[in-house]
């Protein structure tokens, strides 16, 4: 894929491509952000690997109760709570809303990359990357197995650069190199603009999923769930980084009839 991303570009491959061996030094050493500010190179960091796998590892605080509070472990974090002050963006001010991407992009972690396949008037299909993609509703199962995912659309490159495949119930492509795709249907959208603005800056896309296709190979054994082992999904980050799912941990639901009793205790010592 990032083959052919920098053939688009004009960029020969083989000048970051070597076969049967792995990328050593970053292909941009020196990058600026949109604002012009300067990136260090990532020459010094430790090559990538492709070798590393998602694991399981054991939850932070096993032995943690309610009313124990910040484990010992995060005594770092639980001084910074009570003695680090906050800084604030005023989202009201027009100019530090302008400004507001890199905050947004690098607090809001980690985000989902969908690539969104559509056609034009004309028949042309189109590829996109979108980096603001989330679930925002579900059926319960008593109605049907129909769910919701919302796009944030903004300006983007198009490009179709990978191979595609046709899908059994919408008229667009999708990417048949992706382990999980969904065919959806738009059921909405919705133009927002700031105050300020005289034309809609972004639109709000609501797409009711129709069919979800993944690749056996990426599915549990009981063929219901993905294996994040086995998907190795990408999320984005703050800037140019980016970041691979590694490490996981089960952390049991609370059932509210087992914790009451605790709950109301500790609610009678913070009143009194």
């Known amino acids: 894929m990032l083959e052919s991303l920098l053939k688009l570009r004009g960029i020969p491959a083989a000048k970051y491509f070597t076969p049967n061996r792995a990328i050593t030094r970053p292909v941009v050493d020196v990058s600026r952000d949109r604002s012009g500010k300067r990136h260090s190179s990532s020459s010094s960091r430790p090559p990538y690997d492709p ?19 910040l484990p010992n472990e995060m005594r770092q974090w639980k001084e910074e709570v009570s003695n680090t002050r906050r800084k604030t963006w005023d989202f009201t001010d027009p100019e530090i809303a302008r400004n507001s991407y890199r905050i947004l992009t690098s607090a809001i972690i980690p985000r989902p990359v969908a690539f969104v396949s559509t056609l034009s008037n004309d028949g042309i299909p189109n590829l996109a990357p ?3 993609g989330v679930v925002v ?85 009981d063929g219901m769930t993905v ?9 984005r980050l703050g800037g140019t980084t980016y970041a691979r799912l590694l490490q996981g941990f089960d952390i049991p639901r609370i059932s509210w009839k087992a914790i009451r009793d605790e709950y109301q205790s500790l609610k009678q010592r913070g009143s009194s």
């Open 137 to 221: 509703w579900h059926s319960r199962s008593d109605q049907g197995a129909e769910c919701m995912f919302l796009v944030l659309h903004s300006v983007e490159a198009f490009f179709q650069a990978f191979s595609h495949t046709q899908q059994t119930i919408v008229k667009p492509p999708f990417v048949r190199e992706s382990a999980v795709a969904m065919e959806c249907e738009l059921y909405g959208s919705q133009d927002v603009a700031i105050p300020t603005a005289a034309e809609p800056t972004a639109t709000f896309v609501l797409g009711l999923i129709k069919n979800i296709h993944v690749r056996d190979s990426v599915l549990n054994e």
């Open 51 to 69: 070798q590393a796998t998602f694991k399981f590892v054991g939850p932070p605080a096993p032995t943690w109760a309610p009313g124990d509070g």
């Open 227 to 235: 294996d994040p082992a086995k998907l190795r999904p990408i999320s």
């Open 130 to 132: 979108f980096r603001f």
